[in-house]
């Protein structure tokens, strides 16, 4: 049997960004099978010399570099609590979040992504974070899910001049990995006091991740999708309904069908809250 060829460095590189891996963090590769090298005992204070003229140190103390200076998770979170508390408008919202310094994403992304369409519109969309292609646009869904998004709500005669479009991580994560708890929990003030300032009718939640942060289920998007939710936001209860995100449903086409019942049902409820109001 003769062996595969190994792959060229050029389709190495092809398969890597196919799979969403565009960006270096570091300039050599890190193998993280290897046994961690020992940690070196901490060192001494260095000596102090009393002279004459007074109290002198030899040895000045080293720079504190920024990952050794980051955050607590749980400092991280107040403070994010504490900024989009006080966020009047939404203007001043993406000012603070451009100016937080408690998310390490914001340091591996290319801009923060804020939010796309109408912010007096009567229906928000929340995806879970931004891609490769909302990093460097600085627009939420603009990529083959957002062309996917805009076709979806077209069909029920919506667009982005009448919905407004937003993730609950406005920071692309390296190579479109998965957010840790701990980043969406510092991230979910400011989403939530995102929602509050639009105050939609109808808060549509795009795909697993933004659906359990938001509303608080720990049931999988198959039992939730179609299903009616309150959101509080502490100034009204909104009503909710979890859905399919569109780059879910670019893999798995099959389900565009439910996804498509979940479209006329947002219809139906935006027909209802028209006539209400």
């Known amino acids: 049997m003769i062996p595969e060829p190994a792959p060229t460095l050029k389709q190495l590189l092809a398969f890597y960004l196919e799979a969403g891996v565009d960006c270096a963090l570091a300039e050599e590769p890190v193998n993280r099978l290897a046994e961690p090298e020992p940690v070196p005992a901490p060192r001494e204070a260095p000596p102090i010399e009393v002279t004459p003229v007074g109290i002198k140190r030899s040895v000045a103390a080293p720079a504190v570099l920024r990952s050794e200076a980051a955050t607590p998770p749980d400092v991280a979170i107040a403070s994010a609590r504490e900024a989009a508390r006080t966020a009047p408008t939404l203007e001043a919202l993406r000012e603070l979040m451009d100016k937080f310094e408690g998310c390490a994403l914001k340091y591996t992304a290319t801009r923060l992504v804020f939010a796309d369409g109408n912010p007096e519109a009567r229906i928000m969309f929340v995806g879970e974070a931004p891609g490769r292609d909302e990093d460097l646009e600085g627009l939420p869904f603009v990529g083959r899910s957002g062309k996917l998004l805009d076709r979806m709500i077209g069909?029920?005669?919506?667009?982005?001049?009448?919905?407004?479009?937003?993730?609950?991580?406005?920071?692309?994560?390296?190579?479109?990995?998965?957010?840790?708890?701990?980043?969406?929990?510092i991230c979910l003030p400011f989403i939530r006091r995102q929602i509050e300032l639009v105050d939609p009718d109808l808060l549509i939640t795009l795909g697993n991740p933004s659906t359990q942060a938001l509303l608080g289920t720990r049931e999988g998007i198959m039992r939730t999708r179609g299903r009616w939710f309150d959101y509080d936001t502490g100034t009204r209860v909104i009503r909710a309904l979890p859905t399919f995100h569109p780059a879910y449903l670019l893999r798995s086409p099959g389900y565009k069908r439910l996804a498509w019942q979940d479209l006329r049902a947002i219809a139906r409820a935006l027909e209802q809250a028209k006539s209400s109001s």
Not at 161 to 180: D, Q
């Open 155 to 185: 069909a029920i005669g919506l667009d982005r001049g009448t919905a407004y479009i937003a993730n609950v991580i406005p920071w692309r994560p390296p190579g479109n990995r998965t957010p840790t708890p701990q980043e969406t929990q």
